[in-house]
């Protein structure tokens, strides 16, 4: 059985520092139970000791690894590059908007841009105010004012909405 010697373990060592030591935010945590066990298998390794095949196999895993994580940087930095280039939305402090389902139709929103006109009303909080539809049975009011997103109000389908409510009880600010 062939053994390694300290040149290769100083190789996996070097590539595993510049490619995978200093990940951080979302990245580091999808990885950072794999990448300490794996940086654990590097330095385990023993010169004359640690057989090819066991080099070869943390080499592979090393390399997809680093793949993987090269990928997803890829990834977030096209994020970055794609993110609009106005100010984020003007959310009103609302139980009803902080909801997960209301943030990612905020999102949704703010994403596609000052294009994005909703439908009409409702027209009791202002001639400007659009709304759209979270589910079936609610919905977020809000207006662009140039560029900037504002969010004034959260609202649940109801028999008792008042005329220019869009059939919504709305709670707003």
Do not use: C
């Not at 090819?52 to 793949?67: F, G, M, R």
């Not at 389902?101 to 439908?119: H, L, Q």
């Amino acid at each position: 059985m062939s053994t390694i010697g300290v040149a290769e373990i100083a190789k996996l060592i070097g590539l595993f520092d510049k490619n995978l030591g200093n990940l951080d935010g979302d990245i580091e945590k999808k990885y950072k139970s794999s990448v300490k066990k794996l940086r654990g298998t590097i330095e385990d390794m023993v010169e004359n000791v640690t057989t090819t095949k066991e080099y070869v196999a943390a080499a592979k895993s090393l390399a997809e690894t680093i793949a993987e994580v090269q990928k997803l940087k890829k990834l977030e930095a096209k994020k970055k590059d794609d993110a609009p280039a106005y100010p984020a939305p003007k959310v009103s402090n609302i139980a009803g908007l902080k909801t997960s389902n209301a943030k990612k139709k905020i999102a949704s929103i703010w994403e596609t841009g000052p294009g994005y006109k909703g439908t009409p009303g409702p027209k009791s909080m202002g001639s400007h105010m659009l709304h759209a539809h979270i589910t079936n049975d609610d919905a977020i009011a809000y207006y662009w004012k140039k560029d900037q997103m504002h969010v004034e109000g959260y609202g649940e389908k109801s028999g008792q909405a008042g005329a220019k409510d869009s059939g919504y009880k709305w709670e707003s600010k």
